[in-house]
């Protein structure tokens, strides 16, 4: 009886809880959260700027730009989540402008 009045007074305060609260996750949940934090919020504008003194910009710039491509498989098998038909779209358009941005200033013989 009070292993079943605990859990819905947990309930109740999952459901009660205001939008800045953070969520219930566990030790290691949270350091994966801040490794995720750190990685995106610093280390790769970091990376990028290093990658355009290396490479070349038309380069660099199709790189960047077939993140869509790789994502969506990556979020369909780690999470299981299916990609809609858009969001394929919506990563062809976003390749193929890198691609004509790139050929642009190319003289066709």
């Given at each position: 009886l009070e292993a079943s009045m605990k859990k819905q007074r947990m309930e109740f305060?999952?459901?009660q809880r205001?939008?800045?609260a953070l969520p219930e996750m566990t030790v290691s949940s949270w350091i994966h959260?801040?490794?995720g934090v750190l990685f995106v919020t610093?280390?790769?504008p970091v990376l990028v700027v290093l990658a355009m003194f290396e490479i070349p910009l038309a380069l660099l710039l199709t790189?960047?730009?077939i993140g869509p491509l790789y994502s969506l498989p990556f979020s369909w098998v780690l999470q299981k989540e299916k990609p809609t038909f858009?969001?394929?779209i919506g990563a062809v358009f976003s390749v193929g402008g890198i691609v004509i941005l790139c050929f642009r200033g190319m003289v066709l013989k």
């Open positions: 305060d999952k459901a205001p939008w800045y959260v801040c490794f610093f280390l790769q790189l960047e730009s858009k969001a394929c």
